[in-house]
């Protein structure tokens, strides 16, 4: 992990997802960049006024970060114009590896800049990159993951991001696997107990990179549905500070990327929650 983007406005829950992604880029040597999505009040204005709410705005963008960045390699910028689109642009511009947003923003005054439902829901809809989504006075230190396994060609980003965090963390790591009639991992030629081969699929072949881990990682097998509640509630037995699941690919011709079962965790999680899309290659 090189390059991190983080969503700033004024609001706690934003400086606490900025603190987040400072722990992280602490972890991984990666740079920080606080991008701040500036909508100026009107649309008609003096020469020069502009400028001057912009440097204005650049001066609130230093007071929000505070000292969250020392020791971090950091830039900060204003960019005019709707979050919707500042935000995917910036992440494309420096080819981040992680956007971080909070879930909620600017007091959490209904819908609104980084709020689940508006912004931070448009972004997990159409990013092509990990998105991480930090919940009011999450810890910024990670020690424990849990992901969500489907034992699916798309689901292999998610595990090689987990191997690489936990890695560079020291975190321990659950991987849940909810089998279904059709699951890819309730593999029918099993004549041993279903949950016995399930486990040992899901520990040998589909999320084996997190096999290096040892004894920090941890296989989950359940048939309890519907699976995103199975995740969530294997995330608070576990008490984990992250919960990571896969994104499908592109949705028919309306380019959605998310699936169902990783935009109900991220409505149902009470903690941070990472979004990690599919590599075009194992789509």
Known sequence: MERIVVGMDGSTTTRSALEWAAALA???????????????????????????????????LVAWCGDALD??????????????????????????????????????????????????????HHLARPMAVITPDAPPLISSIVIGVDGSDHGRSAIG???????????????????EPDHPLANPEFAEDWRVAVERELTTRWAAPLGALGDRFSPVVTDATPVSDAIVRTADDVKADLVVVGARGLGGITGLRIG????????????????????PRDR
């Open 71 to 124: 020791d971090v390699p950091s830039g900060l910028e204003v960019v005019d114009g709707d979050p919707r689109d500042v935000i995917p642009a910036a992440v494309e511009r420096h080819d981040a590896d992680l956007l971080v947003v909070a879930s909620s923003g600017e007091g959490s005054r209904g819908p609104g800049f980084l709020r689940v439902g508006s912004v931070v829901e448009y972004l997990a």
């Open 161 to 179: 991001w987990v191997a690489h965090v936990a890695e560079a963390t020291g975190a321990t790591v659950t991987a849940i696997a909810v089998t």
């Open 26 to 60: 602490r972890a991984t040597s990666a740079k920080v960049v606080a991008v701040n999505a500036h909508v100026p009040l009107q649309s008609e204005m003096r020469p020069g006024y502009l400028e001057r709410l912009r440097a204005r705005r650049q001066q609130e």
């Open 260 to 279: 169902g079962t990783a935009l109900g965790v991220l409505h149902r999680a009470k903690r941070p929650v990472v979004l990690v899309p599919a590599d």
